[in-house]
Nanobody
Framework: QVHLVESGGGLVQLGGSLRLSCTTSGITFSDFDLAWWRQGLGKQRELVARITGGGETVYTDSVKGRFTLSRDNAKNTMYLQMNSLKPEDTATYYC???????WGRGTQVTVSS
């Protein structure tokens, strides 16, 4: 059974920081590319960032320079460090396997002004 669990969301003020985590089971973690997606209320789900098994990363333009994606294969975990948060970052953030339709349940991030 493939299982992905997100954590680390919360309420933060404009300019603050959060670190999201995604812990996986049921896969050989280092073999898989992973991604963070997000969905705000009334909006379409969008890709935030993705990371290969070797640690190469790609970010959507709106988060470049503010968010940093990383992974620890020994812990079966990937992280999203989010700095300089803005109200438009408010969304539910989801962990996903690239190329496969396996999702976590999401963690809520709310940024107040």
């Amino acid at each position: 059974q493939v299982h992905l669990v997100e954590s680390g969301g919360g309420l933060v003020q404009l300019g603050g920081s959060l670190r999201l985590s995604c812990t996986t089971s049921g896969i050989t973690f280092s073999d898989f590319d992973l991604a963070w997606w997000r969905q705000g209320l009334g909006k379409q789900r969008e890709l935030v960032a993705r990371i290969t098994g070797g640690g190469e990363t790609v970010y959507t333009d709106s988060v470049k320079g503010r968010f940093t994606l990383s992974r620890d294969n020994a812990k079966n975990t990937m992280y999203l460090q989010m700095n300089s948060l803005k109200p438009e970052d408010t969304a539910t953030y989801y962990c996903k396997l690239r190329w496969f339709d396996y999702w976590g349940r999401g963690t809520q991030v709310t940024v107040s002004s």
